[in-house]
């Protein structure tokens, strides 16, 4: 008996599919940005707890490092207002990052510009018309959003912080976990406000 192979074509057909994808350089700015202010508002965290201490007559010392955050040394009798004392701090740093933030969202700097001055490539493919934002309004977008999620990022977290530090006894005694907790917590954060407000639509050819 004798066996026939017979052997089809297999037809490759390529289909084009659009997914919304983040972009790398985009989130490294945006990272850049956001490691950038993190001094400047652990500064501005201090200073709360600052405020708090020479209102009460006291003198403050306030010493701020990169890798372990701030401190702040009250030197003095006491501290009338120990709850005011704790919550201070994130307070002000994160009602200062998320209002910056919101306004950065609401007003949208160089977007207005962007729309009406900068085009679309378009180009025709399987009789459909596609748009691709120029370089130039990709450029402009990114110079209210980097600041927008590394500011708000900052700012929910020192709010997360002050309601920690005022309400949790061990956050003095255990301030290794609380920061290791705290970075989790903006990392979420960060990454989801990149996937919200960030992600672009590129194109993805699918072989079938």
């Not at 201090?46 to 010392?61: K, T, Y």
């Not at 990114?142 to 530090?165: M, Q, R, S």
Request: aromatic share 12%.
């Amino acid at each position: 008996m004798q066996k026939v192979f017979v052997f089809g074509e297999i037809d490759m057909k390529s289909q084009t599919k659009h997914v919304k994808k983040l972009n790398r350089k985009r989130v490294l700015i945006c990272m850049i940005v956001f490691f950038a202010l993190l001094p400047v508002f652990s500064y501005l965290h201090e200073g709360g707890h600052a405020l708090v201490c020479i209102a009460d007559g006291n003198e403050a010392e306030i010493s701020v490092d990169i890798i372990n955050g701030g401190t702040t040394l009250c030197h003095g009798d006491h501290v009338s207002n120990l709850f005011a004392y704790k919550i201070s701090g994130g307070l002000l740093a994160g009602i200062i990052g998320t209002t910056i933030g919101l306004a950065l969202f609401v007003k949208k700097p160089f977007a207005g510009y962007s729309l009406e001055s900068t085009r679309y490539n378009s180009w025709e493919i399987d009789g459909k018309v596609e748009r691709r934002e120029s370089r130039k309004r990709q450029y402009l977008d990114i110079l209210w959003k980097a600041p927008f999620i590394a500011l708000t990022t900052i700012g929910i977290g020192h709010l997360i912080n002050a309601i920690i530090e005022a309400f949790a006894d061990s956050y003095y005694t255990h301030g290794g976990e609380w920061s290791a907790f705290m970075g989790l917590v903006e990392f979420v954060i960060f990454f989801t406000l990149l996937l919200i407000f960030d992600r672009k639509m590129v194109k993805r050819n699918n072989v079938l």
